[in-house]
């Protein structure tokens, strides 16, 4: 096992990496920009270094800072989190050449499943179902045309680099195919560095359902069921469940084969999710992220276990310790990403918060770095706590979850906790019965 463990993250995931590393006996080092001076994940730590200024290009997402931090304070691993250098593969081929771990698979995988076009051809090769779609790239409106044409529309056209909903443009018919593909090339250019864009069919009404998966890197994976987290604002996950209200046992042993045997084979290692579009009973494979995310809790809530522990584990050479039969899901759980925003418009607010405190009792965990007058920087996104409950079941959770808002005070800023209150008094959201286009309508609507 290593000694110590640098976590090059912040917030409520760099004290999740923590948490897990403590108890396990492993020293932690933060890495803080000049801004997070006074933030949580700097007290938890055993030590702290500051990394540079608060933009983050030049703080969390500085790889020769991050390794210099490694160096002088001899951690042996680096956890990235999520965002900032997770899917970074050049991140970790930099860590591998400095004779360090990345808590994570290898910079070849994540390089694959980086790039959409490759993600998809190999995910197709393994045998996992993909939504129909252009070969590869598509590089002329002609060719555009032409496979949309075959596909047929609405299609859906988007950046092979793309990544956090961002990139993407749909066109309903072909008189709106000239635009969408003029204008997704040159934002794919001007927001990733790269035009490259491929067609999708444009799904009406599905769910998105993602498959938590976990390889020992030696050809072994297990799968940890799935989360629904259809329920998005501009492609950006708010309301998370799991088991999906939708999947049966039968459902998800099928899928989850299929995506631990995909993993499996190519000897992945650690934490990854494949993501899938879900209508009509058929799985349409859109993404894998190679990390672990932001809502694995309810995972880890719903299967009885800490995916950061096995995380660490499994990089410091440790067998698996996660096996298929033992894996049985247990109840249900949900989780809401609470967000320093201004409803309706959902504009960032940081500041100072005034009063906090946390909600409480059986089934309740609430994973967030702040406190009673902690100041949010305005430098960094907006997520200030995830609040995750766990029930018998479905109805039971939701009114855990009612219960715990009610419990759940934070003062000075502005939160996302009203849309929750109110989400948990509609019909729909009582019954499951939502897909990904849901909130936004419903959104509009209110
Ligand atoms: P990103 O990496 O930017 O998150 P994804 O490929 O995971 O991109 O897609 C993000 C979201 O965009 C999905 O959750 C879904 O809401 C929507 N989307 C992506 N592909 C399609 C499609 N073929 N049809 C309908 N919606 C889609």
Not at 202 to 220: K, M, S
């Amino acid at each position: 096992m290593f000694e110590k463990i640098l976590i090059a993250n912040r917030g409520e995931i760099a004290l999740r990496v923590i948490r897990a590393a403590k108890e396990m006996g492993v020293q932690t080092v933060a890495v803080h920009s000049t801004a997070d001076s006074d933030a949580m994940h700097v007290r938890m730590a055993d030590e702290a270094i500051c990394i540079g200024p608060p933009s983050s290009n030049k703080s969390y997402l500085s790889i020769p800072a991050i390794i210099s931090a490694c160096e002088v304070t001899g951690a042996q691993a680096i956890h990235p989190g999520y965002g900032f250098l997770s899917e970074n593969s050049k991140f970790v081929q930099i860590i591998e050449d400095h004779d360090l771990k990345f808590i994570g698979p290898t910079a070849q995988h994540i390089q694959i499943m980086g790039d959409k076009i490759t993600a998809k051809e190999t995910m197709r090769e393994l045998g996992v179902p993909c939504v129909p779609g252009s070969p590869g790239e598509v590089d002329t409106l002609e060719l555009a045309n032409q496979i949309a044409e075959e596909i047929g529309y609405p299609i859906i056209i988007k950046a092979t680099a793309g990544g956090g909903g961002r990139g993407m443009k749909v066109a309903a018919s072909k008189s709106e195919m000239s635009d969408a593909f003029t204008t997704a090339r040159s934002e794919a250019n001007s927001n990733f560095g790269n035009p490259a864009v491929y067609l999708e069919k444009y799904l009406g009404t599905p769910r998105h359902i993602e498959i938590q998966v976990f390889g020992d890197g030696a050809g072994n994976a297990v799968y940890l069921g799935e989360r629904d987290c259809s329920l998005q604002r501009r492609h950006q996950k708010v309301f998370e469940e799991a088991p999906g209200p939708t999947i049966d046992a039968g459902i998800r042993q099928n899928i989850g084969k299929v995506c631990a045997e995909a993993v499996a084979s190519i000897n992945y290692a650690g934490a990854g999710t494949i993501e899938f579009l879900y209508e009509n009973g058929e799985f349409y494979f859109i993404e894998m992220n190679t990390r672990l995310q932001v809502e694995h809790p309810i995972t880890e809530a719903i299967y009885g276990v800490d995916l950061v522990k096995e995380q660490i584990r499994v990089a410091a050479g440790l067998p698996m310790q996660l096996t298929q039969e033992k894996l049985k899901v247990n109840g249900h759980a949900i989780e809401v990403r609470i967000n320093a925003e201004k409803l309706p418009n959902f504009s960032p607010c940081p500041g100072k918060i005034t009063q906090f405190h946390a909600p409480g009792g059986l089934g309740v965990r609430l994973d967030s770095a702040i406190y009673d007058g902690y100041v949010i920087p305005p430098y960094y996104d907006s997520l200030i706590a995830k609040l995750i409950v766990h029930a018998e079941d479905r109805p039971a959770a939701l009114s855990r979850l009612k219960r715990a808002l009610g419990e759940l005070i934070v003062d000075g800023v502005d939160t996302t906790i009203p849309l929750f209150n109110s989400l948990l008094s509609e019909e729909d959201i009582i019954k499951g019965n939502y897909n990904i286009h849901w909130l936004e309508s419903w959104l509009g609507k209110s």
